[in-house]
């Protein structure tokens, strides 16, 4: 016997869960399979618990600063296991929240992992077969490994989380957002940190302010490496030493973070069987619709080749459930404007086209403008580190094509500009403006 469905999703994180749930509301019948906690990486994994100990370590850089400007004070020390458990109460408390939801929906939880038997059909390991005119692959992502001596030794991201305790000295590997937030969380909560990066460091932003960012991290104690190709890690759990291939040892380190990079979570549950397109990283190929190859077949989120950002997964996975069954034959993510951040110390925020992608899209036709300023409290204290706002324009009317800020708040301030550089802003938009004084966002309307 096959129970019948509307929609199938393979895979409870953020996107799976956006599918499953719009398309629940449309008035769908849906089955949901995931044999791991519900909200996947993002939740479990990865962004929640990221940002709860990126703000652990805000506070402690406050109570510095605290110190700098005159509050009495005294060394802070985080009880790493009472916080440890606070977060895990909250992100439980989410799971527990998205379970009454599906429930309330009236969406068939499967808490196992399904094999597609055809475009239309999965059965599980206990033989739950189930069926649907539209099946959505939304498995995700983990962790990249390196294929070298001693991996083992070292630690990825999702076991950041089960620390009983801060590392004294850490090595993070690798230059992309994951090992940037490690390595300025992790410092900032007390932790010697060597930051080894083999490629540019976050190649996908824009370079002065990512330089900007090194120098934040470096006078913040953070030691940065370029260039380095690790080809072995020695030694044991807690006494580590990562050797070069130029035969340079590093270390001792208590923990080795691979950051390395994610890998696709899209085999072994019948894709290749049934002859469903990947690139030579495994990622699913999807069209601007989401459709993979294979009629009836759609995949969302980060098991395919488009941004690994979570609010990418759902609003792709809402705009495929208002596309089959909502009715909306047009419905598409729109993927021109995505702003991310990076939540280093201080974050850096960036929305739209670097200044090198523009100047190799339009060439001649772009303008840049870019400022640097000391924050108030910074200036108070008597620091000298420096924010950094940055415009790039194209033609004689300077439509914004990207906007990057680089400091405390950005991660904030950039949302809303992010809205105006989707809807379509020009330089005279931002001069026009208004500014609140004294902010930070200001300096985006302050550039000459």
Not at 223 to 231: A, E, F, L, N, T
Not at 378 to 387: K, N
Request: charge should be negative.
């Amino acid at each position: 016997m096959s129970e019948r469905f509307d929609l199938i999703v393979l895979g409870a994180g953020s996107g799976g869960l956006s599918v499953a749930q719009h398309a629940a509301r449309l008035g769908a019948s849906v089955a949901l399979f995931d044999p791991d906690a519900l909200g996947g990486t993002c939740v479990n994994r990865g962004c929640v618990p990221k940002k709860a100990m990126w703000y652990a370590a805000q506070i402690a850089d406050m109570h510095r600063l605290g110190a700098e400007i005159g509050f009495s004070a005294t060394p802070m020390q985080l009880d790493w296991a009472r916080f440890r458990a606070l977060r895990d109460r909250y992100i439980a408390g989410i799971r527990s929240r998205y379970a009454t939801r599906l429930d309330t929906a009236g969406i068939h939880v499967v808490t196992e992992a399904a094999r597609l038997t055809s475009n239309d059909s999965v059965v599980t390991a206990n033989g739950f077969q189930a069926s649907a005119a539209h099946m959505v692959i939304a498995t995700g992502s983990r962790p990249r490994r390196l294929a070298i001596p001693g991996v083992e030794l070292g630690i990825v991201s999702d076991d950041i989380f089960a620390l009983d305790a801060p590392p004294r000295r850490v090595a993070v590997v690798g230059g992309g957002y994951v090992a940037v937030e490690f390595a300025g969380v992790l410092n900032g909560l007390g932790c010697e940190v060597d930051l080894l990066v083999r490629g540019n460091l976050l190649a996908d932003f824009d370079r002065e302010l990512v330089e900007a960012l090194a120098t934040h991290m470096h006078a913040h104690g953070i030691r940065i490496v370029r260039d380095i190709h690790i080809r072995a890690a020695h030694g044991e759990p807690g006494q580590i030493t990562l050797e070069t291939t130029d035969g340079a040892q590093h270390g001792l380190y208590d923990t080795v973070l691979w950051a390395v990079g994610r890998a696709p979570n899209s085999e072994g549950f019948g894709l290749e069987v049934l002859g469903v397109e990947r690139d030579e990283q495994g990622h699913v190929r999807v069209d601007a619709f989401q459709n993979t190859n294979v009629p009836g077949l759609y995949a969302v989120g980060d098991v395919t080749d488009r941004r690994a950002l979570t609010p990418v997964a759902v609003a792709a996975g809402r705009a495929l459930v208002d596309r089959l069954i909502g009715g909306h034959a047009d419905a598409r993510f729109d993927d021109s404007a995505i702003p991310s951040v990076v939540f280093s110390e201080p974050p850096l925020g960036t929305v739209g086209l670097t200044e090198q992608q523009a100047r190799a899209r339009y060439g001649s036709a772009v303008s840049v403008h870019s400022g640097r300023y000391t924050p108030l409290l910074w200036m108070v204290a008597g620091r000298s580190e420096q924010s950094v706002v940055k415009l790039v324009c194209v033609g004689d009317d300077r439509r914004v094509v990207g906007i990057h800020v680089l400091g405390p708040g950005s991660d904030e301030l950039l949302q809303g500009f992010a809205v105006a550089l989707q809807k379509g802003l020009y330089w005279r938009d931002l001069k026009a403006a208004i500014a609140i004084h004294p902010t930070a966002a200001e300096e985006l309307l302050l550039l000459h």
